[in-house]
């Protein structure tokens, strides 16, 4: 005797893969960039953006309407920790995409090495901040989440994030002097 699904379920499971997608399809480029910025390396930031949308998959009815962006940039902030503890205690890895391309339709050489040169510049002096500074910097400054929503992030009191927000726009200027400087005195940006 055959067994027949569940027509509710199905329908039930259909609508979960609807809306996971939906979310990835919203999330996934500034999830991608945030553990980028947050120092996953270049390597393993694909398979580290997934597995912040696996938890998503697991915890789809955990997902407040409208707080699906924190819930992600909540997961992500874990999965980037996670990420450098790991990275810390590993052998290094070569970057495939130091790999000559065969085809490359993007963009002039000379563009991507200006690109280039200003994400190093972004992420020398991102790495010379401490971990609390640069989270709140990296959320607010560059993915324009708002302090409040910072702070239930990061479980702590609005006032404290945005504290940790000035000092850390104070720090990245600071290094930011330090680094023009050094690049002054070596006659141009450093590699």
């Known amino acids: 005797m055959s067994k027949r699904a569940d027509p509710a379920r199905q329908i039930a499971v259909q609508a ?3 809306e ?3 979310l990835f399809d919203k999330h996934y480029a500034s999830v991608w960039r945030l553990l980028r910025r947050l120092g996953v390396p270049a390597a393993q930031l694909d398979d580290a953006t997934q597995e912040v949308f696996w938890v998503a998959a697991r915890r789809l009815s955990d997902i ?3 707080r699906d962006g924190a819930f992600l940039y909540g997961v992500a902030l874990r999965v980037a920790a996670g990420e450098l503890r790991r990275l810390k205690t590993a052998m290094p890895l070569v970057d ?3 790999a000559p391309a065969m085809v490359d339709e993007g963009p002039s050489p000379e563009d991507q090495l200006v690109a280039r040169q200003a994400r190093r510049l972004l992420d020398q ?3 010379g901040m401490p971990g609390e500074l640069r989270t709140v910097f990296v959320l607010h400054e ?4 708002e302090v409040r929503d910072i702070a ?3 479980e ?3 006032g404290t994030a945005s504290s940790r927000l000035r000092r850390a726009r104070e720090v990245f200027s600071a290094i930011c002097k330090r680094v023009r400087a050094g690049s002054r005195s070596h006659g141009g940006l450093s590699s």
């Open 16 to 18: 979960e893969a609807l």
């Open 96 to 98: 495939i995409g130091q």
């Open 20 to 22: 996971l997608r939906a």
């Open 156 to 158: 702590i009191p609005v």
């Open 64 to 66: 407040e309407p409208g």
């Open 152 to 154: 239930a992030l990061e």
């Open 142 to 145: 560059l993915e324009g989440i």
């Open 125 to 127: 002096v991102l790495d």
